[in-house]
């Protein structure tokens, strides 16, 4: 509870968050580059699981997602050295086995693809102090 006149900083709880390591201007710059070519391969291959009129996945767009994701991994782990343990970990742990059971086809392709599609939605955009809160 906050007392009247406190500022807000002040009365913030406590969160546990991973270590926070130091990433170069130059290299947040780079990432917001990459994040939106990530999401412009990821959008391409959502797509061609839920509109009949495409195919099916490119390589291409396939490459640009895999390693566009990984870029994108590299660079938040410079900045949370504990991201393994933290909430952003798992969603990007879970999207990653919802991808593997949508193409080893143990669940159904178009579903799982959505699923993981929205986990990393979520999973990028909730606030910072979920995000990176430590799990363990």
């Known amino acids: 509870m906050s007392k009247p006149g ?6 913030k709880e406590d969160v ?3 270590r926070i390591g130091y990433r170069p201007f130059w290299v947040l710059s780079i990432s917001i ?3 939106a070519v990530h999401q412009v391969g990821a959008a391409v291959y959502l797509s061609s699981f839920l509109l009949d ?4 996945p490119s390589l ?3 490459l640009i997602v895999w390693l566009s994701g990984l870029a994108l991994l590299i660079s938040e782990w410079m900045r949370h050295r504990q991201i393994y ?3 952003a970990g798992l969603s990007t742990l879970v999207k990653l086995l919802l991808l593997g059971a949508a193409y080893h086809q143990y669940l159904p392709e178009a579903a799982m693809v959505l699923m993981a599609f ?3 939605s979520i999973g990028a955009h909730v606030p910072k102090g979920i995000r990176h809160r430590l799990l363990f």
């Open 53 to 56: 009129e495409i195919a099916g």
């Open 16 to 18: 546990a968050m991973g």
């Open 60 to 62: 291409f767009y396939l």
């Open 85 to 87: 343990r933290e909430v």
């Open 33 to 35: 580059v990459i994040r």
């Open 118 to 120: 929205m986990v990393s």
């Open 6 to 11: 406190m500022l807000e900083e002040e009365h």
